[in-house]
DNA sequence: ATGGTTGCTTAGCAA
């Protein structure tokens, strides 16, 4: 079972590349963020055609998180739905064969001390609620999406620069590290201990082909999944060509 | 270097 998450920022700028990709990688399961769209505009029609099905959890201009798999998707969850702010669509958690599936997409918290960094903390924390509240540990669950957090320094082409961002700062560290601390395991650190390892460079100042990225991205398994995990990668692949995302693909390959 | 680029929506925001 191929398992990927992909920050597509807007499906609809994005249709043009994320079609290719399926029909190449054919993943079982995609975890999508950044569709950046409403449930009516979404473009479903081109990603059923090929054999897709598809949860979506949308909204107009921000955010979007969606679901695609080549199974039946059963929804257990369209936002938190903790009777604290849903207006923003960025969780969506749903069971495909067997699996559950948690789709994530953290808020980036623009700078350390903007309202938007203490939101990104507080996000961070329900999201560590919703994993006490709703799911345990005995159960076969990937967490995945664009966590907007780098976890170690290995995650890190320059942690010096970078530790006074909100994408690797030690409290943005700390937060995300309490969420996995609930009882996942980072599955393509599993697979691939060596440092440098990317899925997002800024669209700015050259970061691709100079490689300043972070691993932003990634795929956290529960405890039954962990022996499952036969392969990992990141495809940099999607991040090179003609108006790519700013995101690569995270991949997991599981055993049955 | 407070720069640079992209997308949504149309000038300003978010990333």
């Not at 799911?135 to 290995?154: F, K, Q, R, W």
Request: glycine share 6%; hydrophobic share 40%; proline share 7%.
């Amino acid at each position: 079972m191929k398992v990927a998450t992909w920050n597509v920022n807007s499906i609809r700028a994005r249709l043009e590349r994320v079609v290719p990709w399926l029909e190449a990688v054919r993943p079982d399961v995609l975890l999508m963020q950044e569709s950046k769209v409403t449930d009516e505009q979404f473009p479903r029609e081109a990603i059923e055609a090929l054999g897709y099905q598809l949860a979506t959890h949308g909204q107009r201009t921000y955010n979007g998180v969606a679901v695609l798999a080549r199974a039946p998707i059963e929804v257990l969850s369209r936002g938190y739905a903790d009777g604290g702010d849903d207006s923003e669509a960025r969780f969506l958690d749903a069971r495909v064969g067997g699996v559950r599936f948690l789709c994530a997409y953290v808020p980036n918290g623009k700078e350390i001390g903007s309202p938007h960094w203490e939101k990104k903390l507080a996000w961070l924390d329900r999201l560590r609620g919703y994993l006490e509240a709703r799911c345990t540990t005995a159960e076969p669950i990937v967490l995945g999406g664009d966590l907007n957090v780098a976890p170690e320094a290995a995650d890190v082409a320059n942690p010096d620069a970078w530790a006074s961002s909100v994408l690797f700062h030690p409290e943005a560290r700390e937060a995300l590290a309490r969420v996995t601390r609930w009882g996942l395991v980072d599955a393509f650190r599993l697979r691939h201990p060596e440092p440098g390892l990317y899925s997002w460079w800024d669209y700015r100042m050259l970061a691709f082909p100079k490689n300043d990225g972070l691993r932003i991205d990634h795929l956290l398994v529960t405890p039954p999944v962990v022996p499952r995990v036969r392969e990992a990668s990141i495809d940099r692949n999607a991040r090179k060509g003609k108006q790519p995302s700013d995101h690569a693909p995270v991949l997991l390959e599981l055993d049955p």
